[in-house]
């Protein structure tokens, strides 16, 4: 178990080595992230947006940063967040909208859209599929557009 110092003495104990310094740069930026949104929990916000709020965190913070999040939830704080990270968003999600090159492809409960997604990309994407290799170029224009829309 690592003992519990004050961050300012673990970062200075820190300096040195290589494998100490990257220790201490994911110390710090964990810590961060959990003082962050405990910060934004004594606001008590109505709605909180994130985008990817625990990339590059390691296991631990991120659990912290969720366990944060879920008790938001719990006092009435709606969070809209962006995510690529498919288990977090289960843990974390009522409801989901999935979007694909800027496009809202399917709206749902998040029990539903996991469990059976009517949109295929949808499917394809839980299925781990990599969408931007098997589907038409970027620029190509979206079939879901009638011309008459436009």
Known sequence: MIPRLPLRKAA???????????????????????????????LAPDLLLLDEPTANLDPAAQKLVE????????AGTRILMASHDLSQARRLASHVIF?????????????????????DLAQAFLQGELLWWRRRAVFDP?????KDDV
């Open 99 to 119: 979007m694909y090159r800027g496009r809202i492809k399917e709206q749902a409960p998040a029990d539903r859209f996991f469990d059976k997604p009517e949109n």
């Open 67 to 74: 366990e944060v999040l879920q008790k938001m939830i719990a």
């Open 12 to 42: 200075a104990m820190a300096r040195g080595t290589s494998a100490s310094a990257s220790f201490t740069l994911a110390l710090i930026s964990s810590t961060r992230a959990v003082i962050s949104f405990s910060r934004a929990w004594a």
């Open 142 to 146: 979206d079939p879901d557009v009638v």
